[in-house]
């Protein structure tokens, strides 16, 4: 059987039970980005209708060139983390989705997908204003020098000024659907120089990655051109040295075609990392068709259990592939199934930190939702109280329940202490929001290192504060936060303030004794229960 770079099976007869079955190349790609950056239209668009498994993490499939794309749509809200991470962590690619620019919340979902190749495909042009050169050159800036147009979007001279085409840089060709027929041609003479010009950045961005110096200098010194560019730049972005924009509008179809060349030809395949039951180092699993079956829970609803065949098969999907299975009683996010005696690796996720108070014990129904969310957690210490990442995450889970809310409930003025992880960019403005909720800074010392939050990234552009909160304006923080940084800043609790009132009484509905999503104890999925 032939093997990938990475290990995974390529195209080609492999015995299964005794007779030999053909494994089609495949990808697994993560669709993320803003909320409101068009991911679910641009999925619909690509794969011709809806999704096979709509929930938090949708999942729809596309066969583009030979190859299966399975498109993992995650959540662009910043309080429905859980799927996005569930997302990342089985992706072998990544499409950002920006609608025609890009803010703090695009840098930080660039950062959590830092490790896996990323294509960014740029929607939105047809709205006026919009610019796609001005979107590169953004993307360039807080993103990285690596960012590269692929190609161009052709307006039309009407007055929606609507995208009717795309300009190949590469292979200096104009994909036309002005006529409601996509029709490949030469480009106009007044396109010539901006092509020759972001081309040769390209070019030359591409070349420098490749093993052969040769080809570099040989195109420096005398413009010499390999024949194999396109599969060259395939491999520059499963390395990461390029990283793709695109120009696409789901809704007139254009870009598409060649936005899916890109996703079916430019990705590695990374092993799962296992374990033995025991938590001892064993053998990487080999993602055989005919092995022993391995598999991995993304995601759990009532309509089945997403799952990331790794060995073996199911449903017909083979390793690497996505399908839908029935859930088993107490299944959840991370587990292994089958396994063979190992354990695959999980994904961090973060602590809820926003409580919303019930006015007596959860349904049936809410607990197991709450059972398969990781981001989720009850509690109850006087109060029934849901803890969930905000409050758009809260309504998803109470959706269609029966199930009364009532404020929490505070009993004393005791004060918290917050390891506070923030954006350069919006320290000011958190601090300065500290004093109108009578917040104050303290000195980080005797509080222990935090840590990093998931997603914020260990770069030098996130300020680590401390300080303390009453209780009170504890309850909502998770909200005010979010609302002051864009949904890029996080929080997490080190314990009450040093000196309360020595009859200082609990003040807020405890939360479940596990470490906060900025600590090095932040909880791992994977199988293991997060309890013990």
């Known amino acids: 059987m032939g093997k990938g770079s990475g290990g995974h099976p390529v195209s080609g007869p492999s015995p299964v039970g005794g007779r030999l079955v053909t494994v089609t190349p495949h990808r697994t790609v993560a669709l993320v980005g803003p909320a409101g950056s068009g991911k679910t239209a641009l999925a619909a668009a690509l794969t011709g209708g809806p999704p096979r498994l709509s929930g938090p993490l949708s999942w729809s499939t596309v066969t583009h060139a030979g190859t299966v794309l399975h498109l993992l749509d995650a959540p662009g809200d910043p309080f429905l983390a859980g799927p996005l991470l569930a997302g990342l962590h089985a992706a072998d690619l990544v499409l950002v989705v920006l609608s025609a620019g890009a803010d703090a919340r695009t840098v930080q979902l660039w950062e959590q997908c830092e490790g896996r190749p990323r294509v960014v495909a740029v929607t939105g042009l047809d709205r006026p204003g919009s610019d796609f050169d001005e979107t590169v050159a953004l993307c360039r800036r807080l993103l990285g020098e690596q960012i590269h147009p692929l190609s161009l ?60 110096e040769a080809l570099l200098d040989a195109y420096l010194d005398d413009d010499v051109v390999p024949d194999d560019l396109v599969e060259l730049l395939h491999g520059a972005v499963a390395g990461g040295a390029v990283q793709p924009v695109l120009p696409v509008s789901p809704r007139a179809g254009v870009g598409l075609i060649e936005l899916l060349d890109v996703l079916a030809a430019s990705t590695r395949h990374e092993p799962p990392v296992v374990t033995a039951a025991d938590g001892s180092p064993t053998e990487p699993i080999s993602p055989a068709p005919d092995g022993p079956y391995i598999a991995q829970v993304l995601q759990v609803t009532q309509a089945g259990a997403l799952v990331r065949v790794l060995s073996g098969t199911d449903q017909g999907a083979g390793p690497g592939e996505v399908c839908v299975v029935v859930p088993s009683p107490g299944q959840r996010p991370g587990d292994t199934l089958g396994g063979a005696g190992v354990v695959v690796q999980g994904w961090r996720v973060p602590e809820p930190q926003h409580p919303t108070g019930l006015a007596g014990p959860p349904a049936t129904e809410l607990v197991r939702r709450v059972e398969t969310d990781l981001t989720a957690r009850l509690s109850d210490d006087g109060q029934h109280v849901l803890w969930t990442l905000g409050p758009t995450h809260a309504a998803q889970l109470l959706d269609g329940l029966a199930v009364t809310t009532q404020p929490l409930q505070v009993v004393d003025d005791a004060r918290t202490v917050l390891r506070v992880l923030v954006p350069d960019v919006y320290v000011r403005t958190v601090v300065s929001d500290l004093s109108g909720r009578q917040g104050t800074l303290v000195p980080p010392s005797g509080h222990g290192d935090a840590g990093h939050a998931l997603g914020t990234g260990d770069g030098e552009d996130v300020q680590v504060l401390t300080f303390t909160l009453p209780n009170r304006e504890l309850l909502t923080y998770a909200v005010v936060l979010a609302a002051l940084t864009h949904g890029t800043g996080s929080f997490a609790p080190l314990g009450p303030e040093a000196t309360p009132p020595s009859n200082a009484s609990t003040p807020t509905p405890r939360r479940p004794p596990r470490a906060g999503p900025h600590s090095p104890e932040a909880r791992q999925t994977g199988g293991a229960d997060p309890q013990t």
Do not use: I, K, M
């Open 153 to 212: 979007p052709l307006h039309g001279d009407g007055p929606d000024e609507a995208v009717q085409g795309v300009l190949d840089l590469l292979t200096q060709r104009l994909h036309d659907s002005s006529t409601g027929q996509r029709v490949e041609r030469d480009p106009d003479p007044q396109h010539l120089p901006l092509v020759d010009s972001l081309r040769s950045e390209l070019v030359e961005a591409v070349l420098s990655q490749a093993a052969v």
